[in-house]
């Protein structure tokens, strides 16, 4: 079982630490080598993707990641930026499929952004399209054009999908509902733009293959304040790159916190990059408080999905859920009343808890 772990920039090194450790005490044997994405890779080689994590990644049978970017590398020429070396190794890998489970630990019910009564329970599923839209168009840039006779800065990018990418990424969200709760809801911008009227029309398309799950329909503005007004409509989401982004993020604060949202990103055969699904945080960086568990989560996903180590990761799964009833809390989770963490001493926590 080869791992090929990307700690990356800001809190990724911290967090990637105790998934590190976690997976270290359980009783399998993992090949781990570490490789660097993202600023860290551009600061050392001027590419954010250098060549060297490229064949590691292509090697490894899983990618543990932690989080790029951040504030100091803002400025560079695009294909220079940390984000680039993320989309590089997602397209390059053919991880065309983004899992983001938002769950809410009971013990968090208070940490949440909504009622507890409207929460209770959550259990959603959303299933990002991660390798096509308006993040990889062409043609995109900025450029001057000639306005009104006159010349002016002018920023394009291209929004598209081909129908074989929007039922490939249905099939894998029609696949996780059978599996579910067997509801999907398809969320989209149909009426507005043509590109999600396909992503309407093939989703319907498909639907006639999985009569056992109930797909409906939702515009992308309308599933955002759904999610905050009733989330417990949704069973699994499935949507574009961008929209898939943006919700997933939202979604995350109804468990409590980013810091508790991990993800999975697969390519056909479940070789996955595994990633929580925040950012490296910089406003927290090198300061010893961010919360570890999205990335022990994610961790215990890539047991789930690429190595088939079920009871493994309901091991680790099981060991956050009791560092929680414990009441051990990083600072984005804190309430008073619970014990106030920072990154190692969660990990220990989760250590002693397996
Ligand atoms: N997958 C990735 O590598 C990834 C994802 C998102 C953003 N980014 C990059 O990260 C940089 C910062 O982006 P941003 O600030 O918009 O988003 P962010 O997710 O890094 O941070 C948003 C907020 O959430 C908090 N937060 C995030 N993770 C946390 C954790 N584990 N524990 C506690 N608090 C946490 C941060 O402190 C911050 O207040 C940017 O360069 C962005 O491009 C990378
Ligand atoms: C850093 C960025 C490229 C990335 C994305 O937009 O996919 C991030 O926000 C995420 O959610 O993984
Ligand atoms: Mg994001």
């Known amino acids: ?168 990424i249905g099939r894998v969200a029609f696949e996780a509902a059978r599996k579910r709760d067997k509801r999907l809801c398809s969320v989209d911008k149909m009426n507005v733009l043509e590109t999600t009227q396909l992503w309407r029309d093939v989703m319907s398309e498909l639907a006639a293959e999985y009569p056992d799950v109930e797909l409906s329909h939702m515009l992308v503005d309308n599933a955002a304040m759904q999610l905050v007004r009733a989330p417990k409509q949704f069973d699994v989401m499935v949507t574009g790159n961008m929209f898939g982004d943006i919700l997933s993020d939202e979604a995350s604060m109804l468990t409590g916190s980013i810091g508790m949202l991990p993800s999975a990103s697969l390519d056909e055969n479940n070789k996955g990059l595994y990633e929580p699904s925040h950012g490296s945080a910089p406003d927290i960086a090198g300061k010893g408080v961010a919360n570890p568990l999205a990335t022990i989560l994610s961790a215990a996903m890539m047991l789930r999905y690429t190595f088939a180590q079920e009871e493994a990761a309901q091991r680790v799964e099981g060991a956050v859920k009791k560092v929680l009833a414990q009441g051990f809390r990083t600072g984005d989770i804190f309430e008073p009343g619970t014990k106030k963490v920072g990154t190692r001493e969660m990990g220990d926590a989760v250590l002693a808890a397996l």
């Open 1 to 168: 079982m080869k791992i090929c772990v990307l700690p990356g920039d800001g809190i990724g090194p911290e967090i990637m630490a105790e998934a590190v450790r976690v997976l270290r005490a359980l009783d399998l044997k993992f090949e781990m080598e570490e490789a660097l994405l993202g600023g860290s890779a551009v600061d050392a080689t001027g590419n954010p993707y250098p060549e060297a994590t490229s064949k590691l990644a292509r090697e490894a049978d899983a990618v543990l990641l932690g989080a790029v970017g951040g504030p100091k590398w803002d400025g560079l020429p695009r294909e220079q930026r940390p984000e680039r070396g993320l989309l590089g190794i997602r397209k390059e890998l053919g991880l065309f499929a983004n899992l983001r489970p938002a769950i809410l630990y009971p013990e968090l019910a208070n940490a949440s952004s909504l009622k507890p009564e409207i929460v209770a329970g959550l259990d959603i599923l959303i299933v990002r399209e991660l390798t096509g839209d308006i993040y990889f168009g062409q043609p995109r840039g900025i450029e001057m054009r000639e306005v009104n006779g006159k010349g002016e800065r002018y920023g394009f990018n291209t929004m598209h999908y081909t129908e074989s990418e929007i039922r490939r």
